[in-house]
Structure formats: structure tokens, C-alpha cells
């Protein structure tokens, strides 16, 4: 069920994953590719379904988080649909996708730049001595693009997810109503 993107991110050898809970239970907690894409633990999802419920009220309850990526962008699995809907937290803007959680695994084997932006990610990794970024931290800007800040390295730092998502947000929802 996840064979090709377990094989992909090198956490192939005797995992069984032959359902969306044993998936999630078996890569709980475990980030991939250095830091590129993250699995939330189980005992975080809670805590972030409140979180980004919160940011993002039109969804509140109707989702649960399983996983985010290296700037901070959380995915979730739609309730009824059971489809995929990504959180950006420096946008202030939720994207639903058309496929279910497998198939967004799939897509991750097949495009992992146009999902995770990666080879921006690599560039951050070369500039960085190819640091690892931790479980609860991502990359995010000094200053927020909504702030007048640009899209470039240099306006990028490590941080702690729950920090960088308050900051960010709350000045997103500041300068809108503005």
C-alpha cells in the first residue's frame, strides 16, 4: 500500500504497512529526506488538529493532521472525503487535493519537488552544512512575505513549528485586518 514511498525515503526494511492506521503507527513521529517531510506522532495530532483548527475555523473538526513538511505547510485527511487538504501557515490559505492518503504518498515518489519544494529545501541544506531539521521544527521566514519579506534564504530560519505558526498567523490575521 505505501511499498513505493517507504522504498523511496529508505524506511523499507520489514515495516508493514497495509493500512492507513498501520502506516501511521509504524512511521509515527518519524521525519524523512533530512528533515523534508514529517509524520506527526500520535500523541501531537490532537494538539495540532487544535491548532490549526483554531487558524483555520471553516475546517475545525472536520479533519485530522497526520503529517507537515519542512516550511511548515501541515497535511491533513478531510473527514467525509477522506482526502488530502494541506495547511499553509505563511499564506494563511488551506488547498484541498484530490487524492486520498495513498495517493498522496505516490505523488511524493513521483514529484516530491512540486509537493515539498525541494530543491528550494536543498539549496536551504547546502547553505545550512546540511542540518537536520528536528521533530517540531521547521524552516520559516525572519520576516513574513505578508511583512515585506522575501522569498529567499537569506529570510529563512529554523523554528519551532508551534511558534512559527503562532507568529505567522497571528500576523497574517493582523495585517488583513488592516
Not at 511548515?72 to 501557515?89: C, L, T, V
Not at 511524493?108 to 536551504?124: C, E, K, L, P
Amino acid at each position: 500500500m505505501f511499498d513505493k514511498f517507504l522504498k523511496y525515503v529508505n524506511y523499507d526494511n520489514g515495516v508493514k504497512c497495509n493500512s492507513i492506521d498501520e502506516f501511521l503507527e509504524n512511521t509515527s513521529g518519524k521525519s524523512f529526506l533530512n528533515g523534508l517531510y514529517t509524520i506527526f506522532k500520535k500523541e501531537d495530532i490532537e494538539k495540532w488538529n487544535g491548532i490549526v483548527g483554531e487558524y483555520f475555523s471553516n475546517y475545525k473538526g472536520g479533519f485530522s493532521v497526520f503529517s507537515y513538511d519542512w516550511i511548515g505547510k501541515i497535511y491533513a485527511i478531510e473527514n467525509n472525503s477522506k482526502m488530502i487538504i494541506m495547511f499553509d501557515p505563511e499564506e494563511h490559505e488551506c488547498y484541498a487535493t484530490d487524492m486520498d492518503i495513498v495517493k498522496f504518498h505516490e505523488e511524493i515518489v513521483n514529484n516530491t519537488d512540486g509537493i515539498f519544494s525541494s530543491n528550494y529545501f536543498h539549496q536551504w541544506l547546502e547553505k545550512n552544512n546540511n542540518k537536520i531539521i528536528k521533530y517540531g521544527e521547521c524552516v520559516g521566514f525572519k520576516v513574513p512575505l505578508s511583512l515585506g519579506g522575501k522569498d529567499e534564504l537569506d529570510n529563512l530560519e529554523e523554528i519551532d513549528m508551534d511558534v512559527y505558526w503562532t507568529i505567522t498567523l497571528d500576523i497574517n490575521n493582523a495585517v488583513k485586518v488592516e
